[in-house]
């Protein structure tokens, strides 16, 4: 009661799929159409061009790199009963996130979700849209200069040190990778992951740890041979260091 009929389209790129594939109110159906990707074959001609470089990309040659490597597929929902679009379009996400977990498994590669478009029915059979670009978007610094980190000396300092241990360059690369993962949950375990690798490097095992507050670690494992207590020890010292506030530094965390 209280809801319409929708259907929603779910556009995923760098999936292939060669014929339509079906579960309960839901088609997994192949595109034939790719991208061509003039539009990045341009903008690399400008930046080449803006450059005073001679160089400028052959259409057709671009276009097959392009299209060779971007496959799409539709993930089709319908019908969808929600109280409106948004409702629909989180629905349909849903089912599509878990299809392109299975898909990825069998085709060893996982899609990217393009666009998602929303149609509703009215009562009088017309129908309504809403149409949701899913572009990854950026999520970086906003500001520029020396307070953003742009700094020739840091710049340098930080490219050497990297290339000098390879943990840290393991790490960096790790924090790259969450950066770029669509997925709250799987960003939380990388991120993870380089705490705990960084921590089990650089501090000494069988140390006991005491947190800020002067109390001992609470739980059987007290030490640094253990993940939870170890990384806690790695960000403490980290904190105590550059003589930040744990409060400010990590709140609303009450452990």
Same mark, same amino acid.
């Given at each position: ?8 389209? &779910? !556009? ?18 192949? *595109? *034939?159409?790719?991208? /061509? ?10 930046? *080449?061009? !803006? ?15 392009? #299209? ?5 597929? !539709?993930?089709? &929902? ?26 990825? @498994?069998? /085709? ?20 309504? =849209? ?32 990297? =290339?000098?241990?390879? @943990? @840290?360059?393991? &790490? ?20 993870? #992951?380089?705490?705990?690798?960084? #921590? ?21 494992? /007290? ?19 550059? #003589? ?12």
């Amino acid at each position: 009661e209280g809801v319409r009929e929708h259907r929603v389209a &779910c !556009a995923v790129e760098r999936l292939l799929i060669t014929r339509t594939l079906r579960l309960p109110g839901i088609s997994v159906v192949p *595109v *034939v159409e790719r991208p /061509r990707g003039d539009e990045q074959r341009l903008m690399v001609d400008h930046v *080449v061009g !803006a450059l005073d470089w001679p160089t400028r990309i052959e259409e057709r040659w671009w276009r097959d790199q392009v #299209s060779r490597n971007r496959p799409w597929t !539709a993930i089709v &929902c319908m019908p969808v009963w929600a109280v409106d679009f948004g409702e629909a379009a989180q629905l349909a996400w849903a089912v599509r996130d878990d299809l392109l977990a299975v898909l990825g @498994l069998n /085709r060893g590669a996982r899609g990217r979700p393009v666009a998602t478009v929303v149609e509703q029915r009215q009562p009088d059979d017309s129908i309504k =849209h809403r149409i949701y670009v899913e572009d990854a978007f950026y999520g970086g610094n906003l500001l520029g200069g020396f307070i953003a980190g742009e700094d020739q000396g840091q710049l340098l300092a930080q490219h050497a040190a990297m =290339h000098l241990d390879p @943990l @840290l360059r393991l &790490c960096v690369d790790l924090y790259a990778e969450a950066l770029a993962d669509p997925s709250s949950d799987a960003r939380y375990l990388r991120l993870w #992951s380089v705490l705990e690798t960084l #921590s089990g490097a650089r501090l000494p095992a069988g140390h006991a740890v005491v947190r800020l507050d002067g109390t001992a670690w609470p739980g059987q494992y /007290r030490t640094t041979d253990a993940a939870a207590p170890r990384v806690y020890a790695l960000i403490a010292d980290h904190l105590r260091l550059r #003589s930040l506030d744990e409060a400010s530094f990590v709140a609303p965390a009450s452990d």
